[in-house]
């Protein structure tokens, strides 16, 4: 089946050690978004691609940074993790060509220790 | 970032009982907005979506509930079973752009 993909489940990072989360899809979806969601609270919007084009949300930390090598991967870059940092991301496809409707990925969970 | 809220964090219903989840937003230029449901440790799921020229979507046992003037939007559950246990999210967007824009969520709990 298709789907959205993040590898690995869960993720234990030492506080400053960077750290990548990766995603992949088989949807052909045009874009692709990066959320993080902390405990009991809503996903919050990271950023997003369409095809190449990145697009960063203004309260981002400079801190995440991604890559989208193709249409398949996407990957979140964490440059030094810091305790705040904890929390689990979601990667999301989108078709980007009228259908809003978003695809979600299983989640990576993310400890800093 | 967008705002969209909940007014509720969290509802207890009775198994078989319908239920309402409620949702406000504050960009009156949102033309789309979606209903997920997120069980623990999932990702969200789609459940339904409405744009913003209807008024009203029905899905099974779901309904989607729009009302532009006071930018409030509402989901309704007929009949809840246990496994609609879990937390609810609404989120809008707006066609022009990609951005999805989460609300605070509403916990739903249903006692058998």
């Known amino acids: 089946d298709a789907m959205v993909i993040q590898n690995p489940r869960y993720q234990v990072t030492q506080f400053g050690k960077p750290v990548t989360l990766s995603c992949s899809q088989t949807l052909n979806h045009n874009v692709m978004y990066w959320y993080q969601q902390k405990s009991s609270q809503a996903p919050k919007l990271l950023f997003h691609?369409?095809?190449?084009?990145?697009?960063n949300e203004a309260d981002t930390p400079d801190n995440f940074q991604s890559r989208r090598p193709n249409t398949s991967f996407c990957f979140l870059d964490i440059r030094s993790p810091g305790l705040g940092d904890a929390a689990m991301y979601l990667c999301?496809?989108?078709?980007?060509?009228?259908?809003?409707?978003?695809?979600f990925g299983p989640g990576t969970r993310l400890t800093v220790t | 970032g967008e705002s969209v809220g909940l007014h509720l964090p969290t509802l207890s219903v009775q198994e078989g009982d319908n239920s309402i989840i409620n949702c406000a937003y504050s960009n009156s230029a949102s033309d789309y907005f979606i209903w997920y449901k997120q069980e623990s440790g999932k990702g969200p799921q789609f459940i339904i979506d409405?744009?913003?020229?209807?008024d009203k979507r029905q899905g099974q046992r779901v309904t989607v509930l729009l009302n532009k003037t006071v930018k409030h939007l509402s989901l309704q559950i007929a009949a809840t079973q246990p496994g609609d246990s879990a937390v609810y999210f609404c989120?809008?967007?707006?066609?022009?752009?990609?951005?999805?824009?989460f609300g605070t969520g509403t916990s739903l709990t249903v006692i058998p």
């Open positions: 989120a809008e967007t707006h066609y022009t752009g990609n951005q999805f824009y």
């Open positions: 691609y369409y095809d190449k084009d990145f697009n």
């Open positions: 999301a496809t989108s078709s980007g060509t009228g259908d809003y409707e978003q695809y």
């Open positions: 409405i744009r913003s020229n209807m």
